[in-house]
């Protein structure tokens, strides 16, 4: 069963949480200083329009008719039932999954590079910069960025590089230019290839290379796909449809459920919701974010002022960390590797709005397979965290007779992840 919304239907304004939060958000600081960092210094790396949206008191913020017009490429993304699930685990509840692999990157993850390709060109920014690890993000941008006439320069982490070419050329038939990192473009990367001329990369050095070349020039701006502010009240609208097609079937969830990265699938499909729970009209809400055992950030981080990448060059963010110098075990969830998380969702869950668990790649993968299998889905390994908690809280349901709800983020699929489930399917899989 699949909902669907009209293009005259979706909605025409992105939610932003930071109003409702129980407490404003600790400031991001400039290292140098200890001082919240000066709007001048985030200017060198990102537009005005961005920056505004990053500290809007406005719980509304109008999406651009640019923007509208390019989401309609694959917006409103359908609300579906996961039946054939329901009946395989037996289970009293209803399933349902907003579909954001229907994007042509296959991902939620062009909601926001849209909107900030947008906000770019109006800026006048000629080239965006970014890091990807297996190219979800890169490609999204890529594909963003085409419509706007913006070049789109990618440092891409090496090992990514050399092993999952795919996306690489995904990236490149989008127009973009893809750069193996650390590479000898930026000191960052020179430093890093001095010390190891086979360095494999990692996303924060990526990320340092970035922004290094972003500060090279007026012309040239930085493009981050999680954790800002930003970047999640763009993935709003993810929970705003899902609202609009729950309403249509005269149904609230009860539990809200995404894997988490840097926080912005979770945060898009669920921010929305929890809006209601913290104004008190849906107190018993339940929403569950889903990360790896490998890269345990909300689990078993610890909650404080960190970096955003490797090299110290960001803004330092109050957030759970596993610290900026953690490197996670190689896991097949590129997309959920990061140290750190959303300033905004850490807060949410310090105050208890959100709850945590995390699963072992192997389980993730037996949830992912028995997806495909009873629903023809092929989710990406991220997802799968996702759907892993998902199976758990429905057999919970089954042994308990309750006939919850649940909305979980079908983030993305995982056609570019085939060596992963081959790896699974032929047992070599590491059990981290
Ligand atoms: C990037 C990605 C994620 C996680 O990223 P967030 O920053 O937490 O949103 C999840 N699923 C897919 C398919 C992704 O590409």
Redesign the pocket.
């Known amino acids: 069963m699949r909902i669907y919304l009209t293009y005259d239907e979706m909605p025409k304004k992105w939610f932003n949480i930071l109003p409702y939060l129980p407490r404003p958000l600790d400031p991001p600081l400039d290292p140098g200083t200890g001082q919240p960092v000066s709007p001048e210094k985030l200017l060198a790396i990102f537009p005005e329009p961005l920056i505004e949206q990053e500290v809007s008191d406005k719980e509304w913020i109008d999406i651009p008719e640019e923007v509208l017009r390019i989401y309609s490429i694959w917006r409103p993304t359908p609300l579906q039932r996961a039946e054939r699930l329901e009946k395989f685990l037996d289970t009293p509840a209803k399933i349902f999954f907003k579909n ?2 229907v994007s042509p990157p ?4 062009p909601n926001t590079a849209v909107a900030q390709a947008y906000y770019n060109k109006i800026s006048g920014t000629r080239v965006l910069t970014t890091e990807t690890g297996a190219g ?2 890169g490609s999204a941008l890529a594909f963003a960025t085409m419509f706007f006439g913006i070049k789109c320069r990618v440092y891409m982490v090496r090992v990514s590089y050399n092993q999952k070419p795919s996306r690489r050329i995904l990236m490149q038939t989008w127009g973009a230019e893809v750069i193996p990192s650390p590479s000898d473009r930026t000191s960052s990367g020179k430093k890093f290839l001095s010390q190891n001329p086979d360095h494999p990369g990692s996303l924060g050095i990526a990320i340092s290379e970035a922004i290094e070349n972003a500060l090279s020039s007026d012309e040239i701006k930085y493009s981050l ?3 800002l502010n930003h ?1 999640l009240l763009h ?1 709003t609208i993810i929970g705003l449809e899902a609202k609009k097609q729950f309403e249509k079937l005269g149904i609230y969830p009860d539990v809200v459920v ?11 499909i669920s921010f929305p919701f929890i809006r209601d729970k913290i104004v008190g009209e849906r107190k018993d809400l339940e929403v569950w974010a889903v990360e790896p055992s490998a890269c345990p950030t909300l689990t078993k981080g610890e909650y404080k002022y960190d970096y955003g990448d490797t090299a110290g060059l960001t803004p330092l963010l109050k957030m759970y960390t596993l610290g900026h110098d953690f490197v996670p075990p190689p896991i097949h ?4 590797r ?1 140290h750190g998380d ?1 300033p905004s969702v850490c807060l949410l869950y310090d105050e208890g709005f959100i709850k945590a668990c995390a699963y072992k790649q192997t389980e993730v993968f037996s949830a992912a397979v028995l997806f495909a299998r009873v629903e023809g889905l092929l989710p ?1 390994p ?2 799968a965290h996702a759907i892993k908690k998902v199976i758990d809280i429905a057999l919970e349901c089954k042994n308990n007779k309750e006939q919850k709800v649940i909305l979980f ?1 079908f ?3 995982g056609y570019f992840d085939l060596s992963a489930y081959d790896e699974f399917l032929s047992g070599r899989m590491k059990d981290v």
Not at 106 to 109: D, F
Not at 333 to 336: E, F, K, P, S
């Open positions: 954001e692999s296959g991902s939620h993850k979800q993000w796909g999680s954790v970047v993935q995404g894997s988490i990265g840097g926080g912005s699938n979770f945060a898009g969830a590129g997309g959920l990061y959303a990406a991220e997802t983020n983030s993305g699929h």
